[in-house]
């Protein structure tokens, strides 16, 4: 088994089979959108021809959405998945906020964050899109002063209520709209279905995995990814690796891999941060230059699915830094791909 061949393709890094953004996040489940312009290249990336505006009438149009979801961070996911998917996180969403609220000696009483929410929901309901300032503004206008710092709060309980997720796509700062105008309607499943649905959709993406990555990557309880495992275990191919036990779905695509590429990885990727185990493409002694030890995840090149540099478009320019100067690099590959990211911008 060759995990790393296996991940590219079936994370569509490498010779994509998908054409819209919109099939990109259904494929993948969700994607960490904690960079809110690279999220944009982290999706078109992983279709047949990259298009930014694509991206963005994707979004707009609530086909895919950005949202506090699993780990409680930012993430991508389908706008018609959302409903079952936070039923299924909501609980240890809203504990993992009441530890942070408290650490910070915050508590907001639910008749405060019904209060809230129902100006939040006035105010959309009339101007369909808002930005953090306008919720601030409408507070004010009620006569409700509140520290920006509470107010984030505020909006992230507004979202797993499941009153708000994302509005338009601007180019630097997030907006919110009602999610009840802006999503589809869907049929409630249960928690059986989805821990099942959620597991075939990240091994069949993201494998081959293990029980541990996928975890992490939901951040469930052990005992709830179990039964998402056992659930569809007829569907699963276990293989072994390096003493590892590893799953992928019997969909997964083991076959198309091209030597010599090279791929611009955006920073959070789900390359790398949907696993625990990390290693398979990053080499230990170059873990530091793909990720801090506080969360912080850089964008890397990767040559053939193995991290091996740094890369920035700062100022407009790209520029390129290996983690060591022995490491031969296809410049031909890199060349192509920095032209395929500047033809995405551009599209």
């Not at 060759?2 to 259904?26: F, G, K, M, S």
């Not at 494929?27 to 963005?56: C, D, I, L, N």
């Not at 919720?135 to 009620?142: H, N, Q, S």
């Not at 276990?238 to 036990?245: F, H, I, N, T």
Request: charged share 25%.
């Amino acid at each position: 088994m060759n995990p790393i061949t296996q991940r590219l393709l079936n994370q569509q890094l490498i010779c994509p089979q998908l054409t819209t953004p919109y099939e990109v996040v259904a494929w993948m489940g969700a994607m960490q959108a904690q960079e809110y312009r690279m999220m944009r290249w982290a999706v078109g990336m992983r279709t047949k021809r990259p298009s930014a505006r694509a991206f963005e009438k994707a979004y707009n149009e609530g086909q895919i959405v950005r949202i506090h979801l699993f780990r409680t961070t930012w993430q991508l996911v389908a706008g018609e998945d959302l409903g079952w998917m936070l039923e299924l996180c909501r609980d240890n969403a809203l504990r993992g906020m009441a530890g942070w609220m408290h650490s910070n000696g915050v508590e907001i009483p639910l008749a405060e964050q019904e209060s809230i929410q129902s100006i939040f929901n006035d105010y959309l309901s009339k101007s369909r899109i808002a930005q953090k300032a306008d919720f601030a503004k409408a507070l004010e206008d009620r006569g409700v002063t509140m520290e920006d710092h509470r107010l984030s709060y505020h909006i992230r309980l507004a979202e797993y209520s499941g009153l708000l997720c994302s509005g338009d796509l601007f180019p630097m700062k997030h907006s919110y709209a009602l999610a009840a105008d802006k999503l589809p309607q869907t049929p409630r499943i249960s928690k059986e279905e989805a821990l099942a649905k959620l597991a075939r959709t990240y091994f069949r993406s993201h494998g081959p995995a293990t029980l541990e990555d996928f975890v992490w990557w939901s951040g469930l309880n052990i005992g709830d990814c179990r039964k998402g495992i056992n659930a569809i275990q007829g569907e699963l191919i276990e293989e072994r690796w390096k003493g590892l036990s590893f799953l992928r779905h019997q969909e997964s695509r083991t076959r198309g891999f091209r030597s010599g590429t090279v791929t611009l990885l955006p920073p959070y990727d789900e390359y790398l941060i949907g696993y625990k185990s990390r290693h398979v493409a990053v080499k230990p002694h170059h873990m530091h230059r793909a990720h801090s030890g506080n969360g912080i995840f850089w964008p890397v090149i990767l040559q053939d699915g193995e991290a091996v540099g740094n890369w920035s478009a700062a100022g407009g320019k790209l520029q390129a830094e290996l983690f060591h100067p022995d490491i031969i690099l296809n410049e031909d590959a890199l060349e192509e791909e920095m032209a395929r990211y500047t033809r995405f911008l551009n599209k």
